[in-house]
């Protein structure tokens, strides 16, 4: 049996998923260079960076891939991984979350955000304990299908926090019942 890795949190603003801030400073650009084409009179607009982002989801939403410059993130559905108001995984559940550690081989990402997330019925409390529970399960079957990669996980319950879609439908709260895993591309 391989041990679990540790998950701990280094964040200073826990409450920041990944991805709601760009880290990425605008380059630096002369504005004077004789190599610049511009019209007489004609000058430069401020820098600005513009970040790629590239989502491919399934037809039924089920499974959802982000790409940016910087990261990948993978947002599985609760109802694909566990049972209604569970955090114990689904058999199935295991086929998908290798592929995701599959894929963090292939990026070599040694540091992987694993983030739940609930609708907003119930209370908040219990939202907190179960997208951390769900959050938690799916870090466990990451690290065993890891095995001795040293990896740094982060693993955080947002209840429902942070939603991406609208709580007044079911297929909106279906799209919140989430777990997030993200990791940096490679270099």
Known sequence: MTPL?????????????????TTSPPPKVDANSPGLKL????????????????????LGGEERREDTNEDVTF????????PKNSSKLNPEARARIAAIADEIKSQK?????????TDNLGSYA???TLSKGRAEAVHEQLAA?????????????????YPIADNTSEQGRRKNRRV????????
């Open 39 to 58: 019209a007489d009179g004609a000058t430069l607009a401020a820098a600005r960076v513009l970040d790629i982002k590239s989502v491919v989801e399934d």
């Open 75 to 82: 947002a599985l559905q609760a109802e694909v991984l566990f």
């Open 109 to 117: 990402a040694t540091n992987v955000r694993v983030f739940g997330f």
């Open 145 to 161: 299908r890891l095995g001795e990669i040293d990896v740094t996980f982060v693993v955080r319950g947002y209840s429902e926090d």
């Open 126 to 128: 219990h939202g907190v």
């Open 180 to 187: 997030e895993v993200t990791f940096p591309k490679e270099a």
């Open 5 to 21: 890795t540790a998950a701990h949190a280094d964040d200073k603003d826990p409450s920041a998923p990944p991805g709601s801030v």
